[in-house]
């Protein structure tokens, strides 16, 4: 019997921490089986500011011997209808000469990536899997990226909302998403509900990893630390992080931010001494995704910076789901994700309307509750609600049975 041959199709670089924390969880354990039930050819957009390293390239080895194929295009940077439009039709070549093999399916990752597969679909007669369907376009006009009259909202809406009444399959992370499509917007698709999923047994609190990054860093066994491990701007808050920071540091005396972000030293220093936050109370730092988790063990909270909109109980955060698995509670913005439901429903985080100062302090006194809780206690109990919510072993059994829906 010929397996099923399925384009994965991603709007990113191969290696990007948001593919390798998520969606490739399954697909490196499915290439892994003796039998895998599927011939994947995966395509991406890779940028050559970001070479491959030795370790990578090790990894691409293994997946090649385990029966992988990939095409790697170029990323056109900028947000340009006309480097899109390069991106696009990079993209359909590689995808036609995919359908002449005998391809007959392809899987998107999030929504950009989901409307230029639902064109190659349309086209071509795949049938689309769409991961992780969030509105791009509306998150963007929440954030003042785009207006609403901008040629890039217009057109990435429309198709968004296209690929969604087009699609076979898709899935999403959330309960709001799943009535907007179902209820709202009747689509014909089969959905299933899978949210950013978490690699438990690489995030999980270990000791030595404590002491060893608070011993590199200088600090205290028994200072607070908040970590952030994420960008500033954009989809992000910029400048009210820092502030959020100070008024917490101002409640929560000895309060330290440890910051790991792909943003150069410089640039967060002088966002930082843009706000007063002296350097002495955070650290920065730069890593991939294979050592990351070494600073979860590290701290005691975790932050989501991600500003509240209409449109954003649509995310599903990755991080929340690692601090959860890491043994960390976390602080969100209402309105942010089902992540501000979790927060408040099984107690294992703190909720804010808005990063201001009035919040900052309201919630202060929650934080301190936290951090003077027995840490094993706590620890355990976040790790429990993370594998229930966000674990691997819970979302995988999903995950392959939409795989099995597409094909089938």
């Known amino acids: 019997m010929k397996r099923p041959r399925i384009i994965l199709f991603l709007y990113n670089r191969l290696f990007d921490p948001v593919i390798q924390s998520n969606f490739w969880l399954y697909i490196r354990e499915l290439l892994a089986q003796p039998n895998c039930p599927y011939q994947f050819h995966l395509v991406t957009y890779e940028d050559p500011k970001y070479p491959l390293t030795q370790p990578q390239l090790d990894l691409c080895q293994l997946w090649k011997r385990q029966g992988l194929e990939w095409t790697a295009v170029r990323w056109h940077q900028g947000a340009s209808l006309k480097s899109k439009f390069l991106d696009v039709l990079q993209g359909f070549r590689t995808v036609l000469g995919l359908r002449a093999r005998g391809y007959g399916y392809i899987v998107s990752l999030a929504s950009v990536a989901g409307a230029y597969a639902y064109l190659y679909s349309r086209v071509l007669g795949l049938r689309l ?3 992780q369907y969030e509105p791009h376009s509306e998150y963007a006009l929440d954030n003042k990226i ?14 968004e909302r296209k690929a969604a009444d087009f699609a076979t399959v898709i899935s999403s992370g959330t309960r709001f998403m799943q009535a907007r499509l179902q209820q ?3 689509v014909r698709a089969k959905f299933f509900k899978i949210p950013s999923v978490a690699d438990q047994e690489k ?10 990054v608070r011993s590199e860093l200088g600090i205290g066994a028994e200072r607070p630390i908040l970590l952030y491990p994420g960008k500033f701007g954009d989809l992000y808050y910029k400048e009210e992080t820092p502030r959020f920071f100070g008024w917490l540091k101002e409640e929560i005396p000895g309060l330290f931010l440890l910051i790991v972000t792909p943003h150069q030293d410089e640039e967060v220093y ?14 920065i730092l730069h890593s991939d ?9 590290a701290a005691d909270l975790g932050l989501i910076a991600v500003p509240p909109g209409p449109s954003k109980c649509f995310i599903s955060n990755i991080k929340v789901g690692e601090y959860l698995c890491s043994g960390l509670p976390y602080l ?14 099984f107690d294992v985080g703190v909720v804010v309307d808005d990063f201001v100062e009035a919040e900052a302090r309201r919630v202060a006194p929650q934080i301190t509750a936290y951090l003077g809780q027995d840490r094993e206690s706590l620890r355990k109990h976040c790790r429990e609600v993370g594998l229930d ?12 049975e939409a795989l099995r829906t597409l094909t089938s």
């Open 146 to 159: 785009w207006t609403r009259q901008s040629k890039q909202y217009r057109i990435t809406h429309f198709l």
């Open 203 to 212: 995030f999980q609190f270990r000791e030595a990893d404590r002491l060893a």
């Open 332 to 345: 969100v913005t209402r309105g942010v994700s089902e992540d501000y439901c979790y927060a408040e429903e």
């Open 129 to 131: 899997y769409m991961y």
């Open 270 to 283: 002088a966002l930082f001494d843009s706000q007063g936050v002296s350097r002495d109370d955070y650290k």
């Open 184 to 186: 709202e917007w009747a």
């Open 289 to 297: 995704y294979s050592q990351i988790d070494r600073f979860y063990s």
């Open 389 to 400: 919510c966000r674990g691997f072993a819970k979302l995988n059994p999903i995950f392959q």
